[in-house]
């Protein structure tokens, strides 16, 4: 036999993976797509309704379209708080501990244990920590004289969130920045010094340079997460009070399953998808070419 | 511009050791000179970098005194001493332009502008980086960051020595050779004392007016490129300088003989008896020992290399393998031939370290 030998059956292969992604993705996203240009009814009976779900919630003027505005606005607002804090936090916590010596691995497994926490317990850990009457924080700025009550007031049920979630994933900023600043050679900080370079000017010149990749990574995960945020609201506040901590996911679970009302909870979550996928995309350009800028 | 003075320096790493043999850096006193241009040579871990490091004030050593013309400035921090040092890898500052990173070590220093930009002008046109000036540095190329780094250490006008640390590693072969020249400008044109770390004797015997051997923490010899071939100190030196290195054979010394494996070999000069139980051997340079066909101390040739500007033979002197010269226009037949080595080249080491004897 001359001929080549071609054989099309290593295809069968790539068999498992594709019923996977068909069975774990694919096929639930296209159900969500089915419910969101379809209106459910009782008995199993659909009736086409094209793009009016997705009118209905682009449309601000509509019950769910101020729902979902006010949730998009809570979650960014309350993403963009969680980074602003964490990362300059992180990387400062970072900077503070030893490069070298046997006290490191203390601090980085006592850094990294809220990190280990189920969410859920993160949220119940918290939910009794911040009771205004019993819970260890919620009393000490009661005792304090602060007006702090995170059932009752919208500014206290905030600050506990944010709290709440800096306590959690403070860690991994930290330790992606760690890790990040292991891996500048001493020669940089000798030279730092050889040039008479300040503390700032060695932090501003070589540490943070050398830490925008891995904060690419920090920024991106940390804002995927707090974006899709559920469980620890969930348990905390309940996305009360009011619906002043009702975070998209959470809401898109009360039209979900607590009002069962399909059409307009598929619509909410392909766009809530979309804005995650496109926000992510923004910030990784944005830091992907800031590295790039200047180069030929 | 400053001489600096080492006086019973040495170093331990992990602080104070009664041991010598945990001493990264023995003790050693020695005069750097202004305007002059040393290498420290020797292979790894043999204590150059530390020794470097010490002058430059990034480590403080065990003990000793390290001085700058009279002021002592041991326990000095690196950033006041006045040392540029330029590291193995380019250190660059990547968000900056080159002329930025060029003004950094002035703009610490609280320089006014004006002057800064006069000086960053002048040092880019001597290591040809004008044309560079406005770039971002993270972009360019090795041996030119290497010059960066350079240019960063040439920049400020206080400096009392430039330190290189193995600069030429990561640079590419053929670069090599022009950033060394250059290098060689540089130190005619400020007259700056240089300090040259590297284990290729190439770059440290084209570099330097003096040349300063180490091994296992300890200085070997400091001499000229040239006494350092001629006459090496330690067997160590002979070995280690020049290609290839000395023939260092054991011997049997006595007075202005040797005896290797039944033949008698003519030294230059008259030595004293070693001491018992010593290890005592002679050495010379295969460029001093020629081969004929006949004539000399017999040896067996085992092989004979055409370098082009001569040739090398491996020959069997009795059990011992060394190298010689074969002339141009000796042919050798066979395996039998005859070795003559100058006698004035010939020289004595009692354990490794040279001994000199009364001059016949």
Redesign the interface.
């Known amino acids: 036999m001359t001929e080549k030998p071609l054989n099309n059956r290593a295809w069968w292969l790539v068999l498992p993976v594709l019923l996977f992604v068909l069975f774990s993705a694919l096929l639930p996203i296209m159900t969500v797509v089915n419910y969101s240009v379809q209106d459910a009814m009782a008995g199993n009976s659909y009736f086409w309704n094209g793009d009016g779900w997705f009118r209905d919630l682009l449309n601000s003027q509509t019950e769910i379209g101020a729902r979902f505005s006010d949730a998009l606005t809570r979650n960014l607002s309350f993403s963009f708080a969680a980074l602003f804090i964490e990362v300059p936090l992180g990387i400062a916590i970072a900077l503070c501990l030893p490069r070298t010596g046997r006290t490191i691995g203390f601090y980085l497994v006592i850094l990294a244990l809220p990190m280990l926490i189920p969410w859920n317990v993160v949220g119940t850990i918290w939910q009794i920590f911040a009771r205004a009457d019993i819970g260890l924080f919620g009393a000490a700025l009661t005792g304090l004289g602060l007006h702090y009550n995170d059932t009752q007031d919208a500014v206290s049920a905030w600050c506990t969130i944010v709290v709440m979630d800096v306590w959690h994933w403070t860690p991994l900023v930290v330790l992606l920045s760690y890790a990040g600043l292991r891996a500048i050679?001493d020669?940089?900080y000798?030279?730092a010094?050889?040039?008479?370079?300040?503390r700032w000017?060695t932090f501003r010149?070589?540490e943070l340079?050398?830490l925008q990749k891995v904060l690419v990574i920090a920024v991106l995960l940390r804002f995927m997460e707090t974006f899709m945020i559920y469980t620890e609201p969930f348990v905390v506040t309940g996305g009360g009070p009011g619906s002043a901590t009702t975070f998209l996911s959470i809401d898109l679970v009360k039209i979900a399953l607590g009002q069962v009302d399909l059409g307009n909870a598929a619509a909410m979550s392909l766009v809530y998808n979309l804005i995650t996928i496109t926000l992510c995309w923004i910030f990784f350009t944005i830091m992907t070419q800031l590295d790039r800028?200047?180069?030929? | 511009m400053a001489r600096i003075s080492l006086e019973g320096i040495s170093h331990a790493y992990g602080g104070r050791t009664m041991d010598p043999s945990d001493l990264a850096l023995k003790p050693l006193d020695h005069v750097w000179e202004k305007g002059r241009a040393y290498s420290l040579l020797g292979p790894s871990g043999c204590g150059k970098t530390t020794l470097l490091n010490i002058i430059?004030g990034?480590v403080t050593p065990t003990t000793g005194r390290i001085l700058f013309d009279d002021l002592d400035v041991t326990h000095l921090?690196?950033?006041r001493r006045n040392?540029?040092?330029v590291?193995?890898?380019p250190?660059i500052?990547?968000?900056?332009t080159v002329a930025d990173n060029l003004a950094?070590?002035l703009r610490?220093?609280g320089l006014p502008a004006a002057a800064v930009t006069k000086r960053v002008t002048e040092i880019a046109s001597l290591l040809d980086l004008t044309p560079e000036l406005s770039?971002?540095a993270?972009?360019l190329t090795a041996d030119a960051k290497q010059k960066i780094?350079l240019g960063?250490?040439l920049v400020r006008s206080d400096v009392a020595a430039l330190l290189f640390d193995e600069p030429l590693t990561v640079i590419d072969p053929s670069l090599k050779w022009e950033l060394r020249s250059k290098l060689k400008a540089v130190h005619h044109a400020l007259d700056m004392l240089m300090i040259y770390v590297t284990h290729d004797q190439i770059e440290a015997l084209t570099f330097a007016d003096e040349v300063v051997v180490m091994k296992d923490g300890r200085v070997l010899q400091i001499a000229s490129p040239a006494e350092l071939f001629e006459y090496p100190a330690h067997t160590f030196v002979g070995y280690f300088i020049g290609s290839p290195g000395m023939n260092i054979i054991e011997a049997e010394v006595d007075g202005h003989i040797a005896r290797v494996a039944g033949q008698t070999v003519e030294l230059g000069a008259t030595y004293a008896r070693p001491p018992a139980g010593s290890t005592v051997q002679i050495g010379f340079r295969p460029d001093f020992a020629a081969l004929a066909p006949s004539g000399g101390y017999a040896v067996r040739v085992r092989r004979i290399e055409d370098l082009g500007r001569r040739r090398i033979a491996r020959v069997a002197f009795g059990p011992h393998e060394i190298f010689a010269t074969v002339p141009y226009g000796v042919s050798l037949e066979g395996e039998e031939a005859g070795m003559t080595i100058r006698a004035d080249r010939v020289f004595v080491y009692v354990n490794d370290e040279r001994v000199y004897g009364e001059a016949r």
């Open positions: 050679p020669a940089y000798q030279a010094r050889i040039d008479g370079a300040s000017a010149y070589i340079p050398k800028r200047g180069n030929p | 430059s990034l921090p690196t950033e040392i540029a040092q590291f193995q890898f250190v500052y990547d968000t900056m950094f070590p610490n220093r770039k971002r993270r972009n780094s960063r250490g």
